[in-house]
C-alpha cells in the first residue's frame, strides 16, 4: 500500500480517512479473493493487512500531523491581529508595480492601512429586576475584549501546545 496522507495535505476527518483505507483494501484484495484467502488460510491477505496496517498507521500520524499543521495557521492567523484593547497605528505597505517612470525608477503601489483606535475597557451596562424593568447600570468590562482577549489566550495554547516538527514544517 502507498500512503495516501501526504505531509502538507488538508487533513482528513476519521471517517474519511476510514473510508479511503476500505476502498484501498478492496481495491487491492477484492471480496471473493480476501474470503478465499481467509478460507484457505494461505496467510496471504493477512500478510497483506500485516504491510496495510503498518502503512495505514503513517497515513494515520500523516494527519494528525495535518490537523495540527491546519490548527496551528489558524491560531498564528488569529494572533497575529491587532488586540482589541490596544488598537493599531496607521500602517503604510508599499509593493513594487515591475512598471518603470521615465527615470527609470521603479513605481511603487502604495496603500495605508488607517490606525483602529483601542476599545474602551469598560462599558455601561443596564441592570434589571425580576420583572424586566431596567433598575440602573452598571460598569462591566467590555464584551468584545473579554472575547478578544479568550480567543488570543486560547490561539497561544494551540501554538504553546504544536509540536516543533509542526511548526518548523
Do not use: C
Not at 61 to 83: G, M, P, V
Not at 110 to 138: C, F, H, K, R, S
Amino acid at each position: 500500500m502507498t500512503q495516501f496522507v501526504t505531509k502538507g495535505d488538508l487533513p482528513l476527518t476519521p471517517a474519511q480517512l476510514e473510508k479511503r483505507a476500505q476502498k484501498w483494501i478492496s481495491r487491492s484484495w477484492n471480496t471473493q479473493a480476501r474470503e478465499k484467502s481467509i478460507r484457505l488460510a494461505d496467510g496471504a491477505f493477512d500478510a497483506f493487512m500485516s504491510t496495510f496496517s503498518t502503512n495505514h498507521d503513517v497515513n494515520i500520524a500523516n494527519n494528525t500531523f495535518n490537523w495540527q499543521l491546519l490548527e496551528y495557521r489558524k491560531a498564528t492567523a488569529r494572533l497575529a491581529r491587532y488586540r482589541l484593547a490596544d488598537g493599531r497605528a496607521e500602517q503604510t505597505f508599499e509593493e513594487p508595480s515591475g512598471e518603470y517612470d521615465e527615470e527609470g525608477n521603479e513605481i511603487m503601489h502604495v496603500w495605508i492601512q488607517p490606525a483602529i483606535e483601542p476599545l474602551e475597557a469598560t462599558v455601561e451596562q443596564d441592570v434589571y429586576d425580576e420583572e424586566g424593568n431596567v433598575t440602573g447600570a452598571e460598569t462591566v468590562a467590555n464584551p468584545l475584549i473579554v472575547a478578544d482577549d479568550a480567543e488570543r489566550e486560547a490561539a497561544q495554547a494551540v501554538v504553546d501546545g504544536t509540536p516543533e516538527e509542526v511548526k518548523a514544517f
